[in-house]
């Protein structure tokens, strides 16, 4: 059966890292339909919106979309695809292997996924001025006092509910029972700040225990957020599948992106109850674009990840394998990698690996 995904190239520097990696994907012979809907600055001329009712039906009739980085014009999209599609666990491997530039002296046990709760926590994006709150009775437990006493400011409204928490724990805990039964480790870590956020980060902890308790056969630990991120740069290898709520994973996924030599290495997809996105981690790098340097690694490993979701794994796994066969070479890596070669010349030397 035709399997039909939605591509947005997204600006600057990430259409030239997504059109090299479709047609890597092309070479695969795979029973694909790509459809590319009007989206961002062109639809905007073309349509009068940046993101016409034309794309969201597009979307909606697809099986999946693969994403370029967006620096504006396509936000109204991505925004869609997150939440008008309810994709609530945002998936980033973090995975070393030979020829990566990492700046640890020992990465070679560097091989755990970071589950992102991606709906909710500070992303609900409810902010306003303080003086929305005069007469609220909200009462600052450092401070001691109403919080209509702190004079002018903003705030922002942080969210976690327990609904969004089981359903994102429960996704990680059955990432890490498939990861075990292909011989991973078979653990989950959570992070909160419970210790300052006892109510909002308390429940996420609170929840994710309780999930614990129907996968006795998965190890779980939680520690305290900032002590989570030492442990993550410290000792990496004893991490296998790690959730958290929106902002901290947010964060954190970037962070392990460093472990591993640079977000230009970092892939990510974003699955819902019906429906998944999948994108590089990267942002558009306008620095650089049409330069033709930008390192599409991300975004053929996210490509790896689309495949896999549609049940292409036998093709996932030759573009995958191909992609490390040219990182363990390093004759033809991107500058970001310590290397010279172009973005279509890394891209011709997977291609002649596949």
């Not at 309780?210 to 000792?235: C, K, Q, S, W």
Request: net charge negative; with cysteine; hydrophobic share 40%.
């Amino acid at each position: 059966m035709t399997r039909r995904v939605v591509v947005i190239e997204g600006e600057d520097a990430a259409p030239e890292a997504m059109r090299p990696t479709l047609e890597l994907v092309e070479q695969l012979g795979l029973d694909l339909e790509w459809q590319r809907p009007p989206v961002g600055a062109a639809a905007e001329q073309s349509h009068g919106s940046t993101f016409p009712d034309e794309a969201r039906a597009a979307i909606d009739a697809s099986d999946a979309t693969l994403f370029g980085s967006t620096s504006g014009p396509s936000a109204r999209a991505l925004f869609y695809l997150r939440w008008g599609r309810g994709t609530y666990a945002n998936v980033r491997p973090a995975r070393w292997f030979p020829g990566c530039r990492s700046p640890l002296a020992e990465p070679h046990a560097l091989d755990f996924v970071i589950v992102r709760e991606n709906l909710e926590d500070l992303y609900v994006g409810v902010e306003g001025d303080l003086d929305e709150l005069a007469g609220s009775n909200l009462w600052s437990r450092t401070a001691g006092r109403p919080i209509s006493e702190l004079g002018p400011g903003r705030f922002a409204l942080k969210i976690i509910s327990e609904a969004g928490t089981e359903r994102v724990t429960r996704f990680a805990f059955e990432l890490a029972r498939r990861r075990k039964a292909e011989g991973g480790r078979g653990k989950v870590t959570s992070g909160t700040k419970h210790n300052m956020l006892s109510h909002s980060d308390g429940l996420f902890r609170q929840v994710a225990g309780r999930v614990a308790e129907d996968y006795p056969d998965i190890e779980y630990e939680n520690f305290i957020v900032d002590d989570f991120a030492h442990r993550m740069i410290a000792r990496p290898g004893e991490l296998d599948v790690v959730v958290l709520p929106n902002l901290y994973g947010d964060i954190l996924s970037d962070a392990a992106a460093a472990l591993i030599g640079g977000l230009g290495l970092a892939p990510s997809g974003c699955y819902g109850n019906d429906y998944a996105y999948f994108e590089s981690a990267h942002g558009t790098a306008p620095d650089i674009a049409g330069r033709d340097i930008i390192n599409p690694t991300a975004t053929i490993l996210a490509a790896v990840m689309l495949l896999r979701y549609l049940e292409f794994n036998d093709a996932a796994e030759s573009l995958e394998q191909a992609v490390t066969r040219v990182y363990a070479a390093g004759k033809a890596l991107t500058p970001d990698q310590g290397g010279s070669a172009s973005t279509r010349e890394f891209c011709a030397a997977v291609a002649k690996r596949l």
